[in-house]
């Protein structure tokens, strides 16, 4: 399948849930990959999703593979999603945003640059987060570097 293949050619670091070894969580994995349902996943290798939120913490920084699961994304929540990042783009004074063309599933679609790991109790208003990250997450943040 497409997602064994992914694997196989990561080293077998596509990873699930939580917890230690999987979800993007290291472990001595060589090259980590996290599988994200579609559109999240197109919009953060595309550049415009730049805060991913986990419940659990991240000791991966650096190459962070991004793997598509296989659900079909519905229409209405790629378009919902649209809409909420121009609305956030908006507040940050950018009326242009490139969208994905396409929302592939059950394939590897690339990788992005993690540059930190932030606990939500952190992120108390709009003005402490960095530059680079343009939304909040409720849980935990993975800073993604374009």
Known sequence: TASGDARRALGGGCGGGGGGGGGGGGGGLRNPCLPMHQPWASLLVHGTKRVEGRSWPSPVTGRLWIHAASKVPDPDTVAAMEDFY?????????????????????????????????????????????????????????????
Request: negative net charge; contains cysteine.
């Open 86 to 146: 121009w609305e956030i783009y908006a507040v940050g004074g950018v009326h242009h945003i490139d969208f994905p063309q396409h929302y592939p599933v059950s394939c590897l679609l690339g990788c992005v640059e993690v540059v930190g790991c932030v606990r939500s109790e952190e992120l108390v208003c709009w003005e402490d987060v960095p530059q680079s990250t343009t939304i909040l997450s409720t849980t935990l943040a993975l800073a993604i570097s374009r």
